[in-house]
């Protein structure tokens, strides 16, 4: 069974830092996704990475994806404080379904 | 605009009284998808249909059930609602499976009580 963790669980950080998400997953799989989750509301989505090597950028945040290290991170540049919010990467399984990660609960305080 | 709709976005029940949660596409997406998601937790994945085909995952208690009587509805059925179902109750849906380069496109959730 496919495993995801994300690190840190949670992340209090002071506006204009730098930070970076780390999201590992325990078995082969090629494409990625990131989530934003805001309080009591639906996820939304971020960024679709779909090769080893894939790199995509909006704005305060870069993700990127490293398949031999099963391996994605989320940077943030920058940080303001309406990026306040939990991200979740999800890894495809058996090319049918969604694995979560365990989330990242990032506040950012002035 | 083309989406994922869910009714209601809030639903009381009571401990043991039978609750239908409601989902609607306009996408014509193959793939729907019902997902727990309890309090500070990741989405839990309950079952999917492809087309007709419904998919069940092996930990889904069998309080739950599905139907999907078209293209465009899906429903999620909790037969005995307990405290611990008490969760957001998402809906998604993609153009085809996930390996052939397709992406969940989510609605805006059902957050379900039980009393």
């Known amino acids: 069974e496919l495993k995801v963790e994300q690190n840190p669980l949670f992340l209090s950080m002071q506006e204009g830092k730098n930070y970076t998400i780390y999201c590992n997953y325990s078995t082969t799989s090629d494409r990625l996704y990131w989530y934003r989750q805001d309080p009591g509301k639906s996820l939304e989505s971020l960024f679709v990475l779909l090769s080893n090597g894939a790199v995509k950028q909006e704005g305060r945040l870069m993700a990127s994806l490293d398949t031999k290290a099963r391996l994605s991170t989320l940077h943030i540049t920058a940080a303001v404080h309406d990026l306040s919010a939990t991200y979740f990467c999800?890894?495809?399984?058996?090319?049918?379904?969604?694995?979560f990660g365990t989330g990242t609960r990032l506040q950012v305080f002035p | 605009d083309a989406m994922v709709i869910q009714n209601p976005r809030y639903q009381v029940t009571q401990f043991g009284k039978p609750v239908t949660l409601s989902c609607s596409q306009t996408l014509n997406h193959n793939v729907m998808y019902w997902y727990q998601q309890k309090s500070s937790q990741a989405p839990k994945l309950l079952f999917h249909?492809?087309?007709?085909?419904?998919?069940n995952e092996a930990d889904t208690p069998d309080n739950f059930q599905s139907r999907r009587p078209n293209t465009s509805f899906c429903f999620l059925d909790i037969r005995s609602p307990g405290l611990g179902d008490a969760a957001m109750y998402l809906c998604?849906?993609?153009?085809?499976?996930?390996?052939?380069?397709?992406?969940?496109?989510f609605g805006p959730g059902t957050r379900l009580t039980v009393l």
């Open positions: 998604a849906t993609s153009r085809d499976r996930m390996g052939l380069i397709s992406e969940q496109f």
């Open positions: 249909y492809y087309d007709k085909d419904f998919n």
């Open positions: 999800a890894v495809v399984y058996n090319t049918d379904k969604l694995i």
